[in-house]
């Protein structure tokens, strides 16, 4: 009874083989595809993308987001290969024609997302303005507080946050005042037509040259650059440096008011506009009420 006992075991492993075999290669195959194309992904290919980043000078999110998208394309690579490696081509056609249809209903559902991360990725990449930077865009200013792939968060002169798609800010011109190490400022002042112009620029360059924070290299300038209804208008240009929230407020807040206290010391008029009406009214007599009523009807 042993024998034919043994004789059975043997043929039903035998049978098992014969049956499972092929499955079994399959597996292993597609274990050892998967495992050598996403080791060689994971770790050298990923490794080289982090180094060329960090060699060009980009920015930190940036490459980290580089190297998470090479993780994730050397993962489904190395799926592909897998499949392929092991027979299971119709299984990965099957796959891919799914995976296709779903991402473009995703990105058709999530285009504006899509929009405002790319433009992250450019913003980060291109360093139009950092954070700390104050930064003109449409009709608005700020102070950049924070950058991520999506948005940017801005801070107003009111201490106000606010938060601005990423898209928005690489599709507008952005004025950066902080790019350089100084800063232009130019203020019209307005002087009367019977004061004597040489005088108000010279009043106006003596402030300007008292002043600690405004530079005396560029030195500063005035222009005649309005002959307005009322006044004549002198264009003051300071420049300052490391530019600045605080600093510009402050610098030509002082320079205003410098000035304005030196034109009232010498007598200058800083001129409002009015208007001077002409012209002749004709008045007739009425000889009694009766008239003015029928004047009147």
């Not at 009874?1 to 597996?27: H, K, N, R, Y």
Request: charged fraction near 25%.
């Amino acid at each position: 009874m042993l024998p034919l006992q043994t004789d059975w075991s043997a043929m039903t492993t035998a049978e098992l083989i014969d049956q499972f075999g092929g499955l079994i290669a399959d597996v292993v195959a597609f274990v050892l595809a998967f495992v050598v194309v996403y080791v060689l992904g994971r770790y050298v290919l990923v490794g080289l993308v982090r180094r060329s980043m960090d060699a060009r000078g980009f920015d930190e999110t940036v490459a980290q987001l580089a190297t998470k998208t090479v993780q994730a394309l050397s993962f489904f690579v190395a799926v592909a290969v897998a499949f392929t490696v092991a027979g299971f081509g119709s299984f990965l056609a099957a796959f891919a024609t799914l995976g296709g249809a779903l991402a473009l209903a995703l990105g058709f559902a999530a285009q504006d997302i899509v929009a405002n991360f790319v433009a992250g990725v450019f913003i980060l990449k291109d360093k139009p303005f950092e954070i700390g930077d104050w930064i003109e865009w449409e009709d608005k200013s700020g102070v950049v507080r924070d950058i991520d792939l999506r948005v940017t968060k801005v801070e107003t002169f009111n201490n106000e946050l606010i938060t601005v798609p990423n898209s928005d800010l690489a599709n507008n011109p952005v004025t950066n005042p902080m790019a350089n190490d100084r800063l232009r400022l130019q203020f019209t002042f307005g002087i009367g037509y019977d004061d004597d112009i040489d005088e108000a620029a010279d009043i106006i360059l003596d402030d300007a040259r008292s002043n600690p924070a405004i530079l005396d290299d560029p030195e500063p300038s005035v222009r005649t650059t309005e002959l307005g209804d009322s006044y004549v208008g002198l264009e003051s240009r300071i420049w300052i440096d490391d530019p600045g929230r605080g600093k510009f407020k402050s610098a030509l807040s002082e320079h205003v008011k410098g000035v304005k206290q030196r034109f009232d010391e010498a007598g200058i008029d800083i001129p409002y506009p009015h208007r001077e009406l002409t012209g002749d009214i004709d008045i007739q007599e009425v000889g009694n009420l009766d008239q003015l009523q029928a004047t009147g009807d």
